[in-house]
């Protein structure tokens, strides 16, 4: 007997290149980024500081914001949510997740969660098991 599950279909939002997103050092030291062509200078000496970034500019920091090196903490716009510019960035698989298995929010209660915080994805790290751990960065 077959189901009819309906889904959802997921649009990805057209984000303005002018969105002002924040991102934070996850990293436990000094995280440094220069673009190629010196237009865009990242310089955060420890964890948790933060830089405001247009999305325009996010886009070459995808790599860093696929590991969490760089989280994305908060997007500077009523009209877009942190998993709006991460599905933007096709980086949504681990933004997902700690909205998923961190706050244990629901895909509807994902779309209206505007920021994140890092002291939160830290306690999960250092209160998890080891199992609970890897099955996060999976």
């Given amino acids: ?50 830089e405001f970034v247009n999305f325009e500019d996010l886009r070459q920091l995808k790599r860093y914001l696929e590991d969490f090196s760089l989280v994305i903490v908060d997007v500077n716009s009523d009209e877009y949510s942190v998993i709006d510019i991460a599905r933007s960035l096709r980086v949504n698989r681990s933004y997902e997740e700690y909205f998923k298995s961190i706050l244990g929010l629901s895909d509807e209660e994902m779309e209206e969660e505007y920021d994140i915080d890092l002291e939160e994805l830290d306690d999960f790290i250092k209160d998890s098991t080891l199992e609970e751990y890897k099955v996060q960065l999976e």
């Fill in 1 to 50: 007997m077959a189901r009819n599950h309906e889904r959802k279909k997921r649009v990805r939002k057209q984000i303005p290149a002018d969105v002002e997103v924040t991102v934070a050092n996850n990293t436990d030291g000094m995280f440094e980024y220069q673009s190629p062509n010196k237009v865009l200078t990242l310089s955060m000496e420890k964890y948790g500081d933060e």
